[in-house]
């Protein structure tokens, strides 16, 4: 099962054999040294699952953990503790502050692919969970961007717009994303008209999401409209 991993260690040795093992097991791996790294990296990137060291300097996994988990589009995230730790209470420890597995050195990498493949597979579920919902709600949520524009139109005008409190800087996937979903598509719908995966459109919404300070489709409708955001589709 392919993926995109984010793997966070701190020995450069184990961190290069980790993401080779990985990469030749068919993921896609991205790389950080420190904590630091690893969280710009999952912000820009949005990966799929992060495997990461307890034992760094300044920044310990376990306070990794907890940045990620305060991140709206992270706090879901598989992530997996590769630790010299490996004392029940430092399991414990690790189950506790929510990771979704916890691995001890030395380890087989098998074992690491099998623990991923399996997280991977938990979260594909629970996505198409998600989107089997979704489209369960597609005709409210048409009906409520239908509201939405009709409260925002004015007498004999469009849209009634008051000017970007921030500039957003959108790439052009982002924007043909937003005005999709500004039309009341669906993710696989997006997904099928862009002719791109829907995890990739789900990247897209969460980047929106973050850019836009919004928690909802709903949300992101009315921010784009307020401030024409859009392109004119729909």
């Given amino acids: 099962m392919a993926g995109q991993l984010l793997l966070v260690d701190d020995e450069p040795g184990l961190r290069e054999a980790v993401q080779a093992y ?5 993921f896609a791996v991205d790389v950080a040294s420190n904590a630091r790294e690893g969280l710009e990296l999952a912000r820009q990137k949005l990966p799929d699952l992060v495997i990461t060291d307890i034992m760094m300097p300044q920044v310990d996994g376990y306070q990794f953990l907890k940045q990620l988990r305060e991140e ?40 690491l692919v099998a623990i991923v493949n399996n997280l991977l597979e938990k979260q594909n579920a629970l996505r198409a969970s998600v989107e089997d919902d979704e489209s369960h709600n597609i005709a409210d949520l048409a009906r409520q961007i239908a ?27 982002e924007q043909s994303v937003l005005d999709l979903v500004v039309d009341g598509l669906m993710n696989k719908e997006i997904a099928r008209r862009l002719e791109t995966s829907v995890r990739n459109v789900e990247k897209y919404v ?22 024409g955001l859009t392109r004119g589709s729909g």
């Avoid at 990985?22 to 068919?26: F, P, Q, R, V, Y």
């Avoid at 709206?72 to 990771?99: E, H, S």
């Fill in 147 to 173: 509201d939405i524009k009709a409260m925002l139109t004015r007498q004999g005008g469009g849209i009634a717009q008051s000017p970007t409190p921030i500039k957003l800087d959108l790439t052009p996937r």
């Fill in 72 to 111: 709206p589009q992270l706090k879901t995230l598989p992530v997996v503790f590769l630790t010299a730790r490996g004392m029940t209470a430092d399991r414990i420890q690790g189950y506790n502050a929510g990771c979704d597995a916890y691995l001890s050195k030395p380890f087989d990498p098998d074992e």
């Fill in 22 to 26: 990985l990469e030749d097991s068919g």
């Fill in 206 to 227: 969460s980047r929106l999401f973050v850019k836009t300070g919004t928690n909802s489709r709903t949300e992101l409708v009315r921010y784009a409209l307020e401030h």
